[in-house]
């Protein structure tokens, strides 16, 4: 069974770092897109960042100059390095990939929580 393998979060404090991997159990997968969602407490699901097979790039607005969203083709895996982190930042992060013609697979989500 095809499913999304996500590593990396956890508890950071304000100004620290983290990085978040994804990547397609099925390598053999055409892949579309990616994308990494993030839901805070009370707050409604929001795309971060995005990256397209031709690595065109998306950012919502508030993590611009501090998340790099990057692929590594071998194997097919992307990459979210998060810096400056805030409080606000604290979320479940979700990875979201888009497989050629229209299929989509979740991650199952990794907390990340910045302390002040």
């Known amino acids: 069974q095809v499913h999304v393998v996500e590593s990396g979060g956890g508890l950071v404090q304000a100004g620290g770092s983290l990085r978040l991997s994804c990547a397609l159990s099925d390598h053999t997968l055409r892949i579309n897109t990616w994308g990494w969602y993030r839901q805070g407490p009370g707050k409604q699901r929001e795309l971060v960042a995005g990256?397209?097979?031709?690595?065109?790039?998306y950012y919502r607005d508030s993590v611009k100059g501090r998340f790099t969203i990057s692929r590594d083709n071998a194997p097919n895996t992307v990459y979210l390095q998060m810096n400056s982190l805030t409080p606000e930042d604290t979320a479940v992060y979700s990875c979201l990939i888009q497989v050629w013609p229209a299929r989509d697979y979740w991650g199952q989500g990794t907390q990340v929580t910045v302390s002040s």
């Open positions: 990256i397209s097979s031709g690595n065109d790039t």
